[in-house]
């Protein structure tokens, strides 16, 4: 019936905003240090509805959005989501879909899955259809930049404040010089959290192969569960052979932007968990996709960032393991969105009242950080 109300409406209306949100203290990992962090919001509209989706990268996101796929988009029906996705791949091709082009691919991808279940009138995992009923949720932030007294406040609040049983701390700092500093720091970490929570840790690219199977001893000893891009993700030899030394699972993939990298590191044996980005990977339908090719290989599949935008998507994902609850994510939407609803007892549920990924914007607290 609804279907039939709407009478297929075409998509009308096609922007993007850019925002700039400065970071709560200083911040870094391994590999990078930054003190603000870009949104760029992509509202898509038709049959009387309005969609968001968003990724985190460049200004120039937006530039392809208005540039290269809005024309692409508009017209479309609005049901047609891997239509719309089609044209604006094909549209990216000479701009390169890695990086920014990509990035606003998703961001227009996630946005039109959003309008779409408005339009009918459903929350958009029932939409996709679940498999599971709350996503759980790892925390994730513990930055080479924090002190140790702010470090261990993090990790308590999200064990003994939110029920969490996973957290992540950042090593490899400066480039993996300090090694003695990333393991006195996961040190303090497991001290904080005891031995019931499992213990994560992200070098961000920063360590050679040799060096992080140096530390795989120390690691164990720590009982650390997850090694996340002990090398540089491009390195799939390096991941492999990491992966063939330590006990802790290797994860990698949230730079993956097409199928063809996540098959790639699926079929040289990198990794013991996929990782992927709903907000750089293509959107909805390229995360699924991925999640099956993780799953024709035996894998899990793990979210990366976001966590609000992948709420939703990620209860259709039969080998979901987990989605990372990012702060400097999850600090900006909490801010930016009613419907952010905090997690309980480690896990984030959907509101099955809400339609589409649950969340609107809240105009007069985002756009005071607009700047594009």
Request: proline share 5%.
């Amino acid at each position: 019936m609804m279907m039939r109300d709407a009478a297929d409406p075409s998509v009308s209306g096609v922007d993007a905003a850019v925002y700039t949100v400065p970071t709560d203290r200083p911040s870094a990992d391994g590999t990078l240090t930054w003190d603000s962090t870009t949104m760029v919001l992509v509202r898509v509209s038709g049959g009387g509805h309005e969609g968001l989706g968003w990724t985190y990268g460049p200004a120039a996101c937006a530039s392809v959005v208005r540039d290269l796929l809005a024309d692409r988009v508009r017209g479309r029906p609005v049901l047609d989501v891997p239509a719309s996705l089609e044209a604006m791949v094909r549209a990216v091709r000479n701009a390169g879909r890695p990086g920014a082009a990509g990035y606003a691919v998703s961001a227009v991808e996630t946005a039109l899955w959003d309008l779409k279940a408005r339009l009918l009138g459903l929350p958009l995992y029932r939409l996709l259809g679940a498999v599971h009923r709350s996503a759980p949720l790892y925390g994730s932030g513990g930055l080479t930049s924090y002190t140790d007294d702010v470090l261990r406040e993090q990790l308590e609040h999200w064990v003994h404040g939110q029920g969490f049983t996973r957290v992540k701390v950042k090593i490899g700092e400066s480039w993996g010089a300090r090694e003695d500093r990333d393991l006195e720091r996961l040190r303090l970490a497991r001290e904080a959290v005891g031995t019931g929570t499992e213990l994560f840790a992200d070098a961000n690219g920063g360590y050679t192969a040799k060096q992080a199977i140096r530390l795989a001893g120390p690691l164990a000893d720590l009982d650390v569960r997850w090694l996340e891009e002990p090398v540089s993700s491009d390195d799939l030899d390096g991941l492999r052979r990491v992966r063939d030394s330590v006990t802790a699972d290797v994860a990698a993939g949230e730079y993956g932007f097409d199928l063809a990298y996540f098959q790639r590191m699926c079929a040289a044996g990198a990794v013991d968990c996929l990782q992927a980005d709903i907000t750089r990977c293509g959107g909805v339908l390229e995360l699924r996709r991925a999640a099956a090719v993780a799953a024709a290989h035996g894998l899990e599949v793990s979210a990366h960032c976001a966590p609000y935008l992948h709420r939703h998507a990620v209860l259709a994902l039969p080998n979901l393991r987990h989605v990372e609850w990012f702060h400097d994510h999850v600090r900006i939407e909490s801010l930016f969105f009613d419907g952010a609803d905090p997690p309980a007892e480690g896990v984030l549920r959907p509101d099955p009242d809400r339609p589409g990924h649950g969340l609107t914007l809240r105009e007069a607290d985002a756009e005071r950080y607009r700047t594009g």
